[in-house]
């Protein structure tokens, strides 16, 4: 069993910048990789940044230069800093993480936080 805890969402103007963090607690796992999407209504949900076991990280080129994923493994939290905010990042971010429990995927997501930014 596994829980994911997203904290940091809120209502910023346009130029701000939040901090999201997922913290995961429960049973270990094996992850393959952890990361950020995001879901504005009526459109799917997309992925925003990921970072695999491996160290591998990336972005959508939407958010590129903007937006810095990262983690603490110590603290089993991952991060995502959100800089230079635009009205269309607007969204539901959730966290996600990835990995193996006696050889099948596995996956798991936060309750999603909303970002809301202001023009």
């Known amino acids: 069993q596994v829980q994911l805890v997203e904290s940091g969402g809120g209502l910023v103007q346009a130029g701000g910048s939040l901090r999201l963090s997922c913290v995961v607690s429960g049973s270990t796992f094996s992850i393959s990789a952890m990361g950020w999407y995001r879901q504005a209504p009526g459109k799917q949900r997309d992925l925003v940044a990921a970072i695999r076991s491996g160290g591998t990280i990336n972005y959508a080129e939407s958010v590129k230069g903007r937006f810095t994923i990262s983690r603490d493994n110590a603290k089993n939290t991952m991060y995502l800093q959100m800089n230079s905010l635009k009205p269309e990042d607007t969204a539901v971010y959730y966290c996600?993480?990835?990995?193996?429990?006696?050889?099948?995927?596995?996956?798991?997501w936060g309750q999603g936080t909303q970002v809301t930014v202001s023009s």
């Open positions: 996600n993480v990835r990995g193996f429990s006696a050889a099948r995927l596995i996956e798991y």
